[in-house]
């Protein structure tokens, strides 16, 4: 059974910065996708970032510029995020989806990030 363990979150002023960081036990196999994702009060959970396990990023736009995600080792991601914004405000959630061997799709409990004067 694949669990995570997320740290980092807390609270920033607006255009400070946090680093987030993802470190998964268990099998998440050769070929996978970790990433981070952020819900809101009263909004949808969306995609921040996400890396697979070649390297290949993707970030949402209204991170671009200001998020950086990476792989500190094949199961621990980290996500600098800098110039935070009150909108950045949110539960981040990290997640792993394996996809060989087998499928496979773990959630971690979530961090808080609060940006706020």
């Known amino acids: 059974q694949v669990q995570l363990v997320e740290s980092g979150g807390g609270l920033v002023q607006p255009e400070g910065s946090l680093r987030l960081s993802c470190a998964a036990s268990?099998?998440?196999?050769?070929?996978?996708?970790m990433g981070w994702y952020r819900q809101a009060p009263g909004k949808q959970r969306e995609s921040v970032a996400t890396?697979?396990?070649?390297?290949?990023t993707n970030y949402a736009d209204s991170v671009k510029g200001r998020f950086s995600i990476s792989r500190v080792n094949a199961k621990t991601v980290s996500m600098q995020m800098n110039s935070l914004k009150p909108e950045d405000t949110a539960v981040y959630y990290c997640?792993?989806?394996?996809?060989?061997?087998?499928?496979?799709?773990?959630w971690g409990q979530g961090t808080q990030v609060t940006v706020s004067s």
């Open positions: 890396i697979t396990s070649a390297g290949s």
């Open positions: 997640r792993v989806r394996r996809l060989i061997p087998g499928n496979g799709d773990y």
């Open positions: 268990g099998s998440i196999g050769s070929l996978n996708v």
